[in-house]
């Protein structure tokens, strides 16, 4: 069941991505593949040399680095041919769409600022970016400065105002 559910969640999640969050990715990659894999080769190589392998730690523990590099590898290899990378384009300055960073505020005075950005590009600190999958991102598409819009949440139907969009260029 679970293979199935992230077949699905692939298959539902959006394949496009900024210029910034693309080269991200790709500077991960390189990092990955052209420096970080060959130190910790070196390290299980000779970890190997030394004998009982069963009981040697480094060898088990950077055997299982080096695991979880080539996993990471192997999915950003699949990934980046698939992703589409959305530039600027002047047409979409004063609405809402992909890319844009965008400060709303709500009735109770609450103001959010966040950027638009495909589901790849959400790296640790959320707060900061937002998915374009995301029943918030998907209610502010095509909105201008001082338009309302409503997001259903958790807590209930919550109204939201656009006060400033831009992009970067």
């Given at each position: 069941?679970?293979l199935f559910?992230?077949y699905?969640?692939?298959k539902?999640?959006t394949?496009?991505?900024?210029?910034?969050g693309?080269?991200?990715?790709?500077e991960e990659?390189d990092?990955?593949?052209?420096?970080k894999?060959?130190?910790i080769?070196k390290?299980?190589?000779w970890?190997?040399?030394?004998g009982d392998?069963?009981?040697?730690a480094d060898?088990?523990?950077?055997k299982?680095?080096l695991r979880q590099?080539?996993?990471?590898?192997?999915?950003l290899r699949?990934?980046?041919?698939e992703l589409?990378?959305?530039e600027?384009s002047?047409?979409?300055?004063?609405?809402?769409?992909?890319g844009?960073?965008?400060?709303?505020?709500n009735?109770?005075?609450?103001i959010?600022?966040f950027k638009?950005v495909?589901?790849e590009?959400?790296?640790?600190d959320?707060s900061e970016?937002?998915?374009?999958?995301?029943?918030m991102?998907r209610?502010?598409?095509?909105?201008q400065v001082?338009?309302?819009?409503?997001?259903q949440t958790?807590?209930?139907?919550?109204e939201?105002?656009?006060?400033?969009i831009?992009?970067?260029?």
């Amino acid at each position: 069941m679970k293979l199935f559910t992230n077949y699905i969640w692939r298959k539902l999640k959006t394949k496009l991505i900024t210029s910034q969050g693309y080269a991200k990715l790709r500077e991960e990659h390189d990092y990955l593949w052209y420096e970080k894999r060959p130190k910790i080769t070196k390290i299980v190589t000779w970890a190997a040399s030394l004998g009982d392998r069963s009981e040697n730690a480094d060898y088990t523990f950077n055997k299982r680095v080096l695991r979880q590099i080539d996993r990471r590898v192997r999915y950003l290899r699949k990934l980046l041919p698939e992703l589409q990378i959305i530039e600027y384009s002047p047409q979409q300055e004063g609405k809402v769409f992909f890319g844009a960073r965008v400060e709303i505020e709500n009735d109770a005075g609450e103001i959010m600022r966040f950027k638009i950005v495909g589901p790849e590009e959400i790296y640790g600190d959320t707060s900061e970016y937002i998915s374009i999958d995301s029943p918030m991102a998907r209610a502010m598409l095509k909105k201008q400065v001082d338009d309302e819009f409503s997001v259903q949440t958790p807590t209930g139907l919550k109204e939201w105002w656009v006060l400033s969009i831009e992009y970067d260029k």
